[in-house]
């Protein structure tokens, strides 16, 4: 019987089997952030235990709230900067170089097919997109991560998504997921790899394949994972360059993190795309997802475009086809974040910046803030978000707000009619 | 180690999130006592009052599938412990809750769906957790009573009082 991807990188991570089916894998990267690593900071100083296993393998960023907005963030933010100043850990993103960090540290090039990689946030799970087990973890299993360089997981499932056919113009990866997690439930990936297979993820660029496995965690799933190929190694080769003599050659040894033919797997589910309609969320879940055209009459006052999920240079530039030469309507607030100080950079150089500011929105320095409501973009009781965020939970993004999630297609759609739009109307 | 059990109040609901356990505004604390009064919030339930006595004096909570989907955020159980809270009973919990609640100490007690329902209906006021049997027993009525099965490193870690101390004597 062959093994999965999941099942080779556990193998050669394995340290300790301490009973039935968990299994205690090192860990080659372990990600900090300043919300869910201050307490195992403080925690880990309070037991007189206050090292790091590797400073070369913790990577750590301020991107929740930034610029911190009171005297609780600005401890938060000063807890894990003092931290990593006084271990000596390089990779450490302040606010002069900081972003979100799932497009951020990809972007760094920290991830390699078959590495471990944990974080105190859920949406780790996207950093399988490189062929990676990448599982997000509460903060005890931060605090051994940083301490050993070791977590705990039981042995994984698989489940074999295979994408097939060729999506429509103005249908993205982000509609493919929705309609994903609407087929598997919130809880139908618990405890499984989400594995993503097929000729249109095989054609998909890194972005979107981010986007794929950024949201597995909203099906329960532990890690979404792709193939590593071609594509991931002309992503990573400014930073593999030295390992490989050419791409060729890293892509011959990324074969080695795919799954066999002739592995198990828990499920295998196959989806022809080619009449995927762009999708977009209606109640308080992640699976409660319809046709866009079947939410036409939903009014928005906030179109939030940015997030882990969605707010690369790709997503911007596809946003930035329905907004050229347009202004949004006059009841919407359109905020938008680039995830990373590069995604801006580059944003500018396009002139997507401008785009976005001549059609009216707000344009944010990179944050996850408005994601998860703790920063700028906060909801109002009662006001309705179009958000290519990854979770539309009751209160998410402020007490008694409603999220809808789409694409960032769909989004800047939504700001320019004021309603839930098909994009596809505008393009 | 932890004392389990006690009166229990019931969250007859699946998929009860993180962030209706506790809202993302608070996760600027950085101590977890600071998290107590905030507990359950943003709980979408009909008739749930997060300000109601049944909650303060709960140890137990039962309700049914996907209990603490969505963020990794750890706070999602130390509002719990912090209220004295340290055991959950579901039909299934998400992977993040779960282990998060085995790392504290904690319980995450999966039954199944049909002792669920039976839970929900009887509503017994307290439950009593016998670790070293595997069973949950109803003072109120000794007619209920289930096993559960703990995988053996969750017990595990419960018995060394959580993951760090377990990772600090193993590894």
Known sequence: ?427 | MKMFGGSCIFLDRNDINTDEIIPAKYLTENSKLALKPYILEDLKLDGFDPQSDELRQARVIVTRQNFGCGSSREHAVWVFEVNDINVVIASSFARIFRQNMFNCGMLALELSEADIDTLMTERPATLDIDLQNSLITSKDTNAIQFTFTLNGFDRDLVASGGWLAYADKNY
């Open chain 1, 1 to 427: 019987m062959g093994k999965t991807i999941t099942e080779k990188i556990f193998d050669s991570h394995h340290r300790d089997n301490p009973a039935g089916e968990t299994v205690v894998l090192d860990i080659d990267v372990v990600m900090c952030h300043e919300i869910t690593t201050p307490i195992a900071i403080n925690d880990l100083l309070e037991r007189g235990m206050d090292r790091v296993f590797d400073a070369s393998k913790i990577k750590a960023v301020i991107d929740h709230v930034t610029p911190s907005k009171d005297s609780k963030t600005a401890t938060q933010s000063k807890i894990i900067r003092d931290w990593a100043k006084r271990h000596k850990i390089k990779d450490f993103f302040d606010i002069d170089a900081n972003g979100v960090c799932h497009a951020l540290f990809p972007e760094k090039g920290f991830i390699r097919p078959g590495y471990t990689v944990i974080m105190g946030d859920s949406h780790t799970c996207t950093h399988g997109a490189f062929g990676a087990f990448a599982a997000g973890v509460g903060t005890t299993d931060l605090e051994v991560g940083i301490l050993k360089g070791v977590c705990s997981f039981r042995k994984p499932a698989t489940i074999k998504i295979t994408i097939s056919g060729t999506l429509q113009t103005g249908v993205y990866a982000k509609d493919v997921i929705l309609h994903i997690i609407k087929t598997l439930t919130v809880k139908g990936a618990t405890d499984k790899i989400i594995e993503f297979v097929g000729p249109v993820v095989d054609a998909m660029s890194m972005e979107s394949r981010m986007t794929l496995c950024n949201m597995a965690i909203e099906a329960g799933g532990t890690c979404g994972v792709c193939m590593p190929d071609r594509v991931t190694a002309e992503y990573l080769w400014p930073h593999i360059q030295s390992d490989y003599a050419t791409i060729d050659q890293a892509v011959e040894e990324f074969r080695k993190w795919h799954s066999d033919a002739n592995a198990a797997y828990a499920q295998t589910i196959d989806f022809d795309v080619s009449d995927l309609s762009p999708q977009v969320t209606y109640g308080y879940k992640p699976d409660e997802v319809k046709n866009i055209s079947d939410m036409s009459d939903t009014i928005v006052d906030q179109v939030y475009i940015g997030s882990c999920t969605n707010g690369r240079i790709e997503d911007l530039r596809e946003a930035a086809k329905i907004l050229k030469g347009k202004t949004i309507d006059p009841n919407v607030r359109g905020i938008m974040s680039p995830a990373t100080p590069l995604v801006y950079s580059q944003a500018m150089k396009e002139g997507i910046i401008e785009t976005f500011m001549s059609a009216g929105f707000c344009v944010t320095n990179p944050t996850c803030g408005a994601c998860l409501g703790m920063s700028n973009g906060v909801l109002a009781e009662g006001e309705v978000c179009a958000s290519t965020t990854n979770r539309n939970f009751n209160g998410r993004m402020g007490k008694g707000g409603m999220v809808h999630l789409m694409s960032p297609l769909s989004a800047a759609a939504a700001a320019v009619t004021g309603r839930i739009t098909d994009p596809r109307k505008l393009l």
